[in-house]
């Protein structure tokens, strides 16, 4: 990267934090749908992000060759998202023997997402949607306080909870960023469209098993 680059990341990093505290002190406030999100069976919302290198991307680029599994990320320095990447290495491989591609969305900016994927060797593309808008478009809502902090104690506006964590976090891979409560989820579309998984976390720990990926690949290709 160019120094340039560098600091360009290391601005949206303070935002990030920034943009972190902010949602933390509010708390979760996307906890109901408003209207019932797409199930199974129906189309995918087809929404264009930019990918790492900043170009436009459309979801539809890749399932119009075939299956695709969608992850939606937690946050960059959610634990739980750590997690799902030591689960969901040893499964990339036999998710594109049955023959999907898998594509990520995450929060940040492309170049922030470009350093991130590049420092922890995903394979894949990963999208930037900052402004949550495939999160919202796919059904996935904020998670209520127990689903992501547990048993952890919260208030609204506790600042000193707010410093104190991103304090000893901070400039770690944990460092906290981007929308605090915000759930993950995964899917699995078939060529040309069709939603054949929709695996909304319950919490920010919850992911899908891989056999349940693999069935719905196959369904889907059936």
């Not at 990320?73 to 634990?79: A, E, K, L």
Request: aromatic share 8%; net charge negative; hydrophobic share 40%.
């Amino acid at each position: 990267m160019t120094e340039s680059t560098d600091d360009r990341v290391a601005q949206q990093q303070r935002a990030a934090e920034a943009t972190w505290t902010r949602e933390f002190l509010e708390g979760p406030t996307r906890t109901r749908w408003e209207s019932l999100p797409p199930q199974v069976g129906d189309q995918a919302p087809d929404i264009a992000l930019a990918d790492s290198t900043g170009t436009e991307r459309r979801l539809s680029e890749w399932w119009a060759a075939g299956p695709l599994h969608l992850v939606f990320m937690r946050h960059y320095g959610c634990g739980c998202l750590a997690n799902r990447w030591e689960q969901l290495q040893p499964a990339l491989e036999p998710i594109a023997r049955a023959g999907a591609t898998t594509v990520a969305v995450g929060q940040a900016e492309p170049e922030r997402s470009h350093e991130v994927a590049a420092r922890r060797g995903y394979g894949f593309p990963v999208l930037s949607d900052p402004e949550r808008v495939a999160y919202v478009a796919y059904g996935l809502l904020d998670g209520p306080v127990p689903t992501v902090l547990h048993d952890e104690p919260w208030s609204v506006g506790d600042q000193a909870a707010a410093d104190r964590m991103t304090a000893s976090r901070r400039g770690t891979e944990r460092a906290l960023v981007d929308h605090a409560w915000q759930l993950p989820g995964e899917f699995i579309i078939a060529r040309g469209g069709r939603i054949g998984l929709a695996y909304r976390a319950q919490a920010c720990d919850d992911f899908p098993p891989t056999g349940v990926l693999l069935g719905a690949i196959t369904a889907t290709r059936a």
